[in-house]
């Protein structure tokens, strides 16, 4: 790399660690914990790329943007935040920052990523400056800093300002509607209608027409698109290729796979490549458990906001919320908070309670075990191995994975089924599907303990 960046971060260790990759790859670095003294490098014309912090001891780093781009046109800015939020990703996005990456980053993406700020600056023309926005809500129910919460703001952001139609697709509770309602809010169409409507609402040859003189070319939501009947799928077709003088923004949502109910012809084939311009995918709660402690806080507060006594989990109630399969996600969540801050007894919510709540829960898997029994295997294994890399961040674990995975399902299925046939080998050879020698030579393999086997036999 080749070139001049200024560094401003209120963490030194951020700095030295970003200041010495930056000199080894051949940039000359200015690193700050001030924004006032990045702001006076940046109007003396010093630096070809900015890396800024949001929150900094005399300022916020994307309010600066606007002056940056005011008084330096065309220099690239890339935000880091451990604010990881929508807002912080939209905001930015806003504000025309280069790139966004929240906190903990990843040191060989951002030099990446800064490796093409430095080529696109070389190459590009001065750009003119951005209109300002209008005022945004401080905060936005949806928050992460999951890696999977992550890449859902930052395509958020993205797709925000196009023209793209949305198919936002995932499970119940999981916040589709409001993924929508971001996108529009947040979106040139903002001061224009946002209209939510389902089958009911298109049922008459009359409904496309009476729901286009509603949206008036603001954003238009088709709830559960793959429940809707043929005839009136046809219908939506129709309306998107003739939709009048006012074009809308088409969005739908959809609780499965939308190309897997294409597949099962529950939804049509021209509607689904009219609405997939930018497929939205939410994931379930149980895809990012480390959010979860995040998501209680916000909804205790929220509750003690709106009048309910102060509240938190204990260390045993914190545990099981972790493990609990949430098959309602963050909306089942958010019930379960207000229920918790209304009946507990004391200001620390303890593991009983918690059992309580989540297991007189009707329609809803109890908390057995930490998992409700509608889960499949596949699925359970898929979310653990998935802990297992976030766990390793972005770096891989070690080699020599397949065999521990191997090894990890074996030991425990072999003693189980061992236990379960009464310590009978014949028997739990049989019950596995495999010859009784290789049963033993596992059973020896896996070091199966002795005594134990003894026990069991």
């Not at 030099?111 to 003119?128: C, D, G, H, I, V």
Request: hydrophobic share 40%; net charge neutral.
């Amino acid at each position: 790399m080749d070139g001049t960046v200024l560094v401003a971060d209120d963490d030194r260790t951020i700095r030295t660690v970003l200041t010495q990759a930056l000199t080894r790859a051949g940039c000359k670095v200015h690193a700050t914990s001030s924004l006032t003294t990045l702001m006076r490098w940046v109007a003396e014309g010093k630096g070809d790329v900015v890396i800024s912090d949001v929150v900094m001891p005399d300022g916020n780093g994307l309010e600066m943007l606007p002056k940056i781009s005011q008084d330096r046109p065309g220099l690239p800015v890339i935000v880091i935040s451990a604010q990881n939020t929508i807002m912080t990703a939209i905001q930015a996005a806003e504000a025309e920052a280069y790139d966004y990456l929240p906190k903990p980053f990843d040191l060989p993406d951002l030099m990446k990523r800064t490796a093409r700020a430095l080529e696109q600056k070389r190459r590009s023309a001065p750009s003119e400056p951005r209109d300002e926005v209008a005022e945004r809500p401080d905060e936005l129910p949806l928050v992460g800093r999951t890696p999977a919460m992550q890449a859902l703001y930052r395509l958020v952001a993205k797709v925000m300002n196009t023209d793209l139609p949305v198919m936002i697709s995932g499970e119940s509770g999981t916040g589709k509607s409001l993924i929508a309602r971001t996108i529009h809010d947040f979106s040139d169409r903002r001061t224009l209608p946002f209209v939510s409507v389902t089958a009911a609402d298109l049922m008459d040859l009359e409904g496309p027409a009476r729901v286009l003189a509603r949206v008036k070319g603001g954003t238009l939501l088709i709830d559960e698109i793959a429940d809707i009947s043929d005839e009136i799928q046809g219908r939506i077709v129709r309306m998107m290729d003739a939709p009048g003088d006012y074009v809308p923004r088409f969005m739908a949502t959809s609780q499965g796979d939308p190309a897997r109910a294409m597949e099962a012809g529950k939804l049509r084939r021209d509607l689904y490549y009219r609405l997939c311009g930018a497929p939205i995918h939410v994931p379930a709660l149980r895809e990012r458990v480390d959010d979860i402690p995040l998501l209680t806080e916000y909804f205790m507060a929220k509750a003690e906001r709106e009048g309910a006594p102060k509240r938190w989990l204990g260390t045993g109630a914190a545990e099981l919320f972790r493990l609990y399969s949430w098959p309602g996600n963050v909306r089942q969540l958010e019930n379960a908070v207000r229920r918790l801050s209304l009946i507990s007894r004391a200001e620390e919510i303890s593991r009983t309670e918690v059992e309580q709540v989540l297991g007189n829960q009707p329609e809803l898997e109890p908390a057995l075990g930490g998992r409700g029994d509608a889960e499949k295997l596949s699925a359970s294994v898929a979310r653990h191995l998935r802990r297992y890399f976030d766990l390793h961040g972005n770096v891989l674990p070690p080699p020599g994975l397949y065999q521990r995975i191997l090894r990890e399902v074996e030991a425990p299925l072999i003693e189980i089924a061992l236990e379960a046939s009464g310590g009978n080998q014949a028997k739990c050879a049989d019950l596995l599907g495999i010859n009784r020698n290789t049963l033993r030579k596992k059973i020896t393999d896996l070091d199966i303990e002795v005594t134990r086997r003894r026990k069991l036999m």
